[in-house]
């Protein structure tokens, strides 16, 4: 790599991450976001650093094993896992390419690309992990660990984020270039983002399975890292995962530059097929059948309604920016809280069951309804204008929603029984979930009409769809959490409900006026005495309750948010 090569492959990392950065500050939900990570990462390692300095661990009985080396590659592979997806929506290329692309070579875009990524993850993790290594710096008095634990850790990430570009630039050309996966990359996509951090959330909550990658090189680095430290390492692992992560890393930019010059330089069968899904017939068909395919299948009904549902699903199968951009992030958030929740519990997979439970109803409102107007586009006046009333239009915008909802049903209670549930704790569970998904659509809609959205919003670069607010989506998922996901925590936990509510009421929200004192310390006694009183319900009051209350309200409130967003579409004006 010559001198040239590197310092424009640098520049290129520079303007990237610039962008990166004005895209994060120029909207405050973005900053809030990447402010509270930063803040979770920073207090972890400020907590692990005070540890570390003020006992002062005695580390001369620890050793570099291969459970150590094995965590190292599950890393590295959620890494690759990430880096992967975003290559494939978001990076596939760099900005401004006309411009760039004749400017300098593939090889130093391609690199820069790496450089930028490997720059974005350390923008999360760099300040943290150098923390606790200056702790440990501190405790020990190895100043050497300093520079092999920085050169571990870059090997490690530009080795995982060349990989991913392999892969992520070979999916876009594959799809480019195959008319098949080019015509079902929105299913593909989709069922791709499930499995693998599905997979990765089921591997790292249930803490096995991963032993064995102790024997992959890549979790080498672990002993490369620990060389100065006074622990038990190996050289000869060390000099492996040097060897290993290095060649990936050397083998891995070229073969990264040749696809990518393939992707960004060749033809693209993805425009012919996009004019051909955009076409239906004209003659001795019904164009909405045409468009749907296999979709159009669907018990979707008849009459006005039936035909604004299939309509729904047409626009939502022609969106899978929208779809991504909603599917995403749930399964990321998914994956976290229940990392975070269940840790290193054995039998983790009790919270499957409900999580798909809850998982279903939300992404059946969010699909179709959370944002009614924004979803008709351009074509807005004409629907504001046609003669269909507004309780039709709103019927045919939540059946798409019940009925793929319906239809996906039957995998909670397969889940449930097979994840150890007893047969009447998979029919509450199923029960909740089958009231939750209509009165969740209903919900959508009328919050959708409140925060509507009608402008594009870039969800990848290049690619641009018409998402929900965040306003919405926020309030959406409160309201789907109380609805659902409240009835079946007090169905089969009635004893933690209890103990979470009486905390919330006697001690969270009596704690602002026990501050305050003076003329609201009377409101703060009288709260904790209501958490008190909480805490002593029977647990079955709890349980029937818990679950009664809050789908009768959920249902009512659904159907009051229907009634509200017919009235609200008639009289909207533009």
């Known amino acids: 790599m010559s001198i040239g090569h590197l310092a424009g492959a640098l520049t290129v990392a520079r303007t990237e991450l610039r962008r990166s950065w004005r895209k994060v500050t120029d909207r405050l939900s973005q900053l809030l976001g990447l402010g509270f990570g930063l803040f979770v990462f920073a207090a972890g390692a400020a907590v692990v650093s005070y540890l570390l300095v003020t006992t002062s661990p005695d580390l001369s009985d620890f050793a570099v094993s291969s459970g150590v080396r094995s965590a190292i590659v599950f890393q590295w592979f959620f890494v690759v896992a990430i880096i992967t997806q975003r290559v494939v929506t978001v990076n596939p290329r760099p900005d401004a390419p006309d411009h760039l692309l004749t400017t300098v070579r593939p090889a130093t875009a391609v690199t820069g690309l790496v450089l930028a990524e490997t720059g974005r993850i350390l923008a999360y993790a760099g300040l943290p992990l150098l923390v606790v290594t200056s702790a440990l710096v501190y405790t020990t008095g190895s100043v050497a660990t300093l520079p092999l634990v ?48 599905g997979g990765y959330t089921v591997v790292q909550a249930s803490g096995g399975g991963v032993s064995g990658l102790g024997l992959v090189p890549v979790g080498w680095v672990a002993d490369l890292a620990a060389l100065a430290l006074p622990v038990t390492v190996s050289p000869g692992h060390a000099a492996g995962g040097l060897a290993t992560t290095g060649l990936l890393i050397a ?71 929208k779809l991504s951009y909603l599917l995403l992030p749930f399964i990321i958030a998914g994956s976290v809280v229940l990392q975070a929740v269940v840790g290193e519990l054995t039998v983790p997979t009790a919270v499957f069951a409900p999580g798909l439970a809850l ?59 097979a994840t150890g549930f007893r047969p009447s704790d998979a ?62 925590a007090a169905g089969l936990e009635p004893t933690l409900v209890r103990t979470v509510a009486s905390g919330l009421v006697g001690v969270l929200l009596a704690f602002p006026f026990a501050y305050v004192g003076g003329p609201l310390a009377g409101v703060a006694d009288a709260l904790g005495s209501l958490g008190g009183s909480i805490a002593g319900f029977d647990p079955a009051v709890v349980q029937w309750g818990g679950l009664v209350v809050p789908i009768a309200v959920g249902v009512l409130a659904g159907l009051l948010s229907a009634r509200f967003a017919a009235r609200y579409v008639e009289r909207y004006t533009l």
């Open 150 to 197: 920085a050169l571990a850790l870059a090997l490690l990430f530009v080795s995982g984020v060349t990989v991913a570009h392999v892969l992520g630039l070979t999916v876009k050309l594959a799809v480019a270039r195959i008319p098949v996966l080019a015509r079902n990359r929105t299913v593909l996509g989709t069922l791709a983002v499930v499995v693998l951090f």
């Open 251 to 321: 083998g891995g930019l070229p073969l990264a530059t040749r696809i990518a010059t393939a992707f960004w330089f060749g033809d693209s069968v993805t425009p012919e097929i996009e004019t051909q899904e955009a076409t239906v017939e004209r003659v001795g068909t019904d164009p909405l059948a045409s468009g749907l395919g296999l979709l159009g299948r669907l018990p979707l009904g008849s009459g006005q309604s039936g035909r604004i549902a299939r309509r729904t699903v047409l626009l939502a199968r022609r969106a899978p920016a």
């Open 359 to 417: 998982a279903l109803p939300w992404i059946a409102g969010a699909a179709f309804t959370l944002n009614p107007l924004g979803d008709e586009g351009s074509v807005l006046p004409l629907t504001l204008t046609s003669p269909v009333a507004g309780q039709t239009y709103i019927r045919g915008l939540v059946r798409p929603g019940i009925t793929i909802g319906g239809l996906c049903l039957p995998v909670v209670p397969a889940l449930a029984l």
């Open 427 to 488: 029919v509450l569970v199923t029960a909740v979930t089958a009231v939750g998904i209509p009165a969740a659509a209903m919900l959508a809609t009328g919050i959708g009409m409140v925060f509507p959205r009608t402008d594009t919003v870039q969800v990848s670069r290049g690619r641009e769809a018409i998402p929900p607010t965040a306003s919405a989506m926020g309030l959406y998922s409160v309201a789907v959490g109380v609805v659902v996901g409240l009835p079946i």
